[in-house]
């Protein structure tokens, strides 16, 4: 008489085979021990492999992102002049300059003054666009206020107004 079937099994048990439950009119889980227990394990088991999915994705993500960041650090080392026309755009953007200067018209002004620094005149340094009015006074980030100098040149500079360039574009 104290025993009921049990939801999960479909067998016939002893009550005492039943977890208490207060909640219950007979006072009983309506699943026996075994199949409790069985639902248990199967939970942890479901929440292992969650886990696991979620490492090995994360993990993917994480090889994914020092990837390419390997083979951003990777272009800026090969391409470090096209990498000084990035930053001057970034910081232009970021002043809200006018202008958006391109890598082919800085290598084209690099051509037009023979591919060397306007003030030292090196021709063999890493020509960088500097501003002839510097960003930070206001001036654009336009062909016309640009003037390829070298690193130590552009940073001597700094945020000084002078126009190296033979043909004075800027006028004033
Ligand atoms: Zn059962
Ligand atoms: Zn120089």
Known sequence: MSSKTCRGCD????????????QMSDGRLNYCKDCKKAEMKNNRSLKRERYAEYERRRNQTEKRKAHLYANLKRWRRENPQKMAVQLARRRARKLDAEGDLTVEEFEALCEKYGNACLRCGDRDALLTPDHVVPLSLGGSNLTENIQPLCLSCNSWKNVKVIDYRPDAV???
């Not at 067998?11 to 207060?22: C, G, I, M, Q």
Request: aromatic residues 14%; hydrophobic residues 25%.
């Open 11 to 22: 067998k016939d048990k002893d009550l005492s085979e039943f977890y208490r439950h207060l």
């Open 170 to 172: 800027l006028s004033g």
